[in-house]
Nanobody, 121 residues
Framework: QVQLAESGGGSAQAGGSLRLSCAAS????????MGWSRQAPGKERDLVAV???????TYAPSVKGRFTVSGDIAEKTVELEMSDLKPEDTAMYYC???????????????WGRGTQVTVSS
């Protein structure tokens, strides 16, 4: 069983900043990446940013240059620094982890419960 605990989020005005943090726990034997996805009401969940082992980062085009993902795969933590926020960034943000747990040979994705980010104009 894998648990992802998110913190941060909240409300901000357009142009403002917020920070999200996430810590994973449980029987993770091989963690390959951690990151964030988001889902706005009535829309599908989209990938926002990923931090992979080796320090490789990936961003959605809509957030590149405004959001910064960082983490420590060995410590099973990931953060998302969001700046120059826009109303369209309003969504539920989910921490995600990709890795292998005990008893499995195939890695899977795991998600937290989400934290709300609301940006007002």
């Amino acid at each position: 069983q894998v648990q992802l605990a998110e913190s941060g989020g909240g409300s901000a005005q357009a142009g403002g900043s917020l920070r999200l943090s996430c810590a994973a726990s449980g029987r993770i034997y091989n963690l390959y990446s951690m990151g964030w996805s988001r889902q706005a009401p009535g829309k599908e969940r989209d990938l926002v940013a990923v931090y992979s082992s080796g320090g490789v980062t990936t961003y959605a085009p809509s957030v590149k240059g405004r959001f910064t993902v960082s983490g420590d795969i060995a410590e099973k933590t990931v953060e998302l620094e969001m700046s120059d926020l826009k109303p369209e960034d309003t969504a539920m943000y989910y921490c995600q982890a990709y890795g292998r747990t005990s008893g499995t040979s195939i890695p899977n994705y795991y998600w937290g419960r989400g934290t709300q980010v609301t940006v007002s104009s």
